[in-house]
């Protein structure tokens, strides 16, 4: 009876040991697939009317001054339609930098006159790759491209500007906490 309960007892220890080993692989495991990079979404916008986004500028570049609103639409070869209408004080700021005017009422009436004559346009250009990493209850998250618009400003009809504003090169590091990554992904996980 002794040696049974002997035996007993080491079968018990055995299993114990499988599985804190067990344990400490699925920790192991775990940790590797915490740590490997994971797609975390790309953002892109308007990428289908450009080659790239020297293709944007080169077209810009062909817009010169005084042209119609008519013959830039047709020179960039996308319609009007795709762009965005400006505010004026988007214009405002597109054109002077700013949305603070100071100055006498008159001259302040007349800035205004001047400014309710400009027509503005922008389509925006979006092209940013994302990844990441996963810690313990963190995301890392590495995002790299360009975030572009193109503006046009015509006055009385007449182009007065384009330009390709925006960031050139995106290259941004946000560190998330995973449960808010998962609340927005709406996984359907519930904690």
């Given at each position: 009876?002794?040696?049974?309960?002997?035996?007993?007892?080491?079968?018990?220890?055995?299993?114990?040991?499988?599985?804190k080993?067990?344990?400490?692989?699925?920790?192991i495991?775990?940790?590797?697939?915490?740590?490997?990079?994971?797609?975390?979404?790309?953002?892109?916008?308007?990428?289908?009317?450009?080659?790239?986004?020297?293709?944007?500028?080169?077209?810009?570049?062909?817009?010169?001054?005084?042209?119609?609103?008519?013959?830039?639409?047709?020179?960039?070869?996308?319609?009007?339609?795709?762009?965005?209408?400006?505010?004026?004080?988007?214009?405002?700021?597109?054109?002077?930098?700013?949305?603070?005017?100071?100055?006498?009422?008159?001259?302040?009436?007349k800035?205004?006159?001047?400014?309710?004559?400009?027509?503005?346009?922008s389509?925006?250009?979006?092209?940013?790759?994302?990844?990441?990493?996963?810690?313990?209850?963190?995301?890392?998250?590495?995002?790299?491209?360009?975030?572009?618009?193109?503006?046009?400003?015509?006055?009385?009809?007449?182009?007065?500007?384009?330009?390709?504003?925006?960031?050139?090169?995106?290259?941004?590091?946000?560190?998330?906490?995973?449960?808010?990554?998962?609340?927005?992904?709406?996984?359907?996980?519930?904690?």
């Amino acid at each position: 009876m002794w040696e049974q309960t002997i035996n007993i007892c080491s079968e018990n220890l055995r299993a114990n040991i499988l599985f804190k080993k067990t344990r400490i692989i699925a920790v192991i495991l775990l940790t590797f697939f915490l740590s490997a990079c994971i797609p975390v979404g790309d953002q892109e916008v308007n990428t289908e009317l450009f080659k790239s986004k020297e293709d944007l500028k080169e077209r810009a570049a062909l817009l010169k001054p005084g042209m119609s609103i008519k013959a830039v639409f047709e020179k960039i070869q996308i319609d009007k339609d795709k762009f965005s209408r400006m505010s004026t004080q988007e214009v405002q700021m597109s054109i002077y930098g700013n949305s603070l005017v100071q100055g006498s009422p008159e001259q302040l009436e007349k800035f205004r006159e001047k400014l309710m004559n400009y027509e503005g346009y922008s389509l925006p250009y979006k092209d940013v790759k994302g990844s990441g990493s996963l810690g313990f209850g963190s995301l890392r998250v590495n995002k790299s491209g360009y975030d572009l618009k193109l503006v046009l400003i015509f006055d009385k009809g007449k182009l007065m500007r384009a330009s390709v504003d925006g960031n050139q090169q995106v290259n941004q590091d946000d560190d998330e906490s995973l449960f808010n990554v998962l609340l927005k992904r709406g996984t359907g996980v519930s904690f």
